[in-house]
């Protein structure tokens, strides 16, 4: 499932009956669409499973895809991740979860090194939400000829996070190394230059959105919150242009804490309910003895704080 507007799902039927996510060598230089659109509604027995873009699914009824034609969604196939966030962007506190893409592998950071200046403190959050959905982040640092990423990548070195340089004064074929067959969600803020990435990744980004949008009759600038995207290459791209924020209000301890394997053994000797933020916390002593790398838990606080921050910071 491609894109879904308003209890319309957009699906994608991989022509001659290849999985979708498989590599495709005879495919047209960018092809961004290259099977069937099927337009569809989710069928009553499905009751209140939602479905979600990357969703993979089973369809009845008319799939021709002709104009004004309805199919009907009657089964999601298990997922192997699901990206979420909370609604607290609505009320702050009220934890509800709701999934975003389904079925990625990587969550691709988009910042720019310069204008708009990098914001940590939004990278830290789209990290935790990259932990908590089990998939690789990879960071994108963009504008490269306005400034050098040495600062920024310092920065996360002591987590891992690999980083590749793309975009104005810098060439795409890390970031397209790094996308090849795989499902990667691409998120960033507005100036960071993620438009510019995504239709240089798929030549015709913009005419298979409005494809999209002229299968579902919704007009060219219906703000959808995601959208599939195929690779030349192979492998998919998912841009979030209606993702301003990530609230991370469902994200427990402990799911920020799995992502610091080094510092778990630490933690034994926290109080119960331990936020590790401070006093009272384990951690402190059990870094201070040599058990771990001081940054990773300068690193984990970071995280843990950022978690409860308000995201426009
Ligand atoms: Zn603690």
């Known amino acids: 499932m491609v894109a879904v507007d308003r209890g319309r799902y957009t699906c994608l039927i991989a022509s001659s009956g290849e999985k979708g996510r498989r590599r495709r060598k005879d495919r047209p230089e960018g092809a961004a669409m ?18 979600v873009v990357g969703d993979r699914v089973a369809l009845v009824g008319d799939v021709s895809g002709a104009f004004d034609t309805l199919a009907r969604v009657v089964r999601v196939e298990p997922r192997t991740s699901m990206l979420r966030r909370s609604a607290d962007d609505v009320d702050g506190t009220d934890g509800i979860e709701r999934p975003v893409v389904a079925n990625a592998d990587q969550l691709v950071i988009v910042t720019a090194l310069a204008d708009p200046p990098p914001r940590p403190r939004m990278i830290d959050r789209m990290l935790v939400a990259a932990f908590d959905a ?9 504008k490269p000829d306005l400034a050098p990423p040495d600062e920024l990548v310092a920065l996360y070195a ?3 996070v690999p980083y590749v340089v ?16 795989r499902t990667s969600v691409f998120v960033g803020h507005s100036g960071v230059g993620k438009s510019t990435l995504v239709n240089a990744l798929v030549p015709d980004a913009n005419r298979a959105v409005s494809h999209v949008n002229a299968v579902t009759g919704r007009g060219r600038h219906t703000s959808t919150s995601a959208v599939a995207l195929e690779l030349p290459g192979g492998g998919w791209i998912i841009d979030t242009p209606g993702v301003r924020s990530f609230g991370l209000a469902h994200v427990s301890v402990e799911t920020v804490l799995a992502g610091f394997p080094d510092l778990v053994e630490g933690t034994v000797e926290c109080p119960k309910g331990c936020t590790h933020l401070g006093e009272g916390c384990a951690l402190d002593a059990w870094v201070a003895a040599g058990h771990a790398d001081p940054t990773r838990l300068v690193s984990l606080r970071r995280l843990l704080a950022g978690r409860e921050s308000a995201d426009d910071d």
């Open 158 to 160: 002591p987590l891992g």
């Open 166 to 181: 793309a975009g104005k004064g810098g060439p795409l074929d890390d970031l397209k190394e790094r996308l090849a067959d």
């Open 34 to 51: 290259s099977g069937r659109v099927v337009v569809a509604m989710k069928a009553r027995e499905l009751g209140r499973k939602g479905i």
């Open 134 to 142: 089990d998939i690789d982040p990879l960071l994108c640092l963009t």
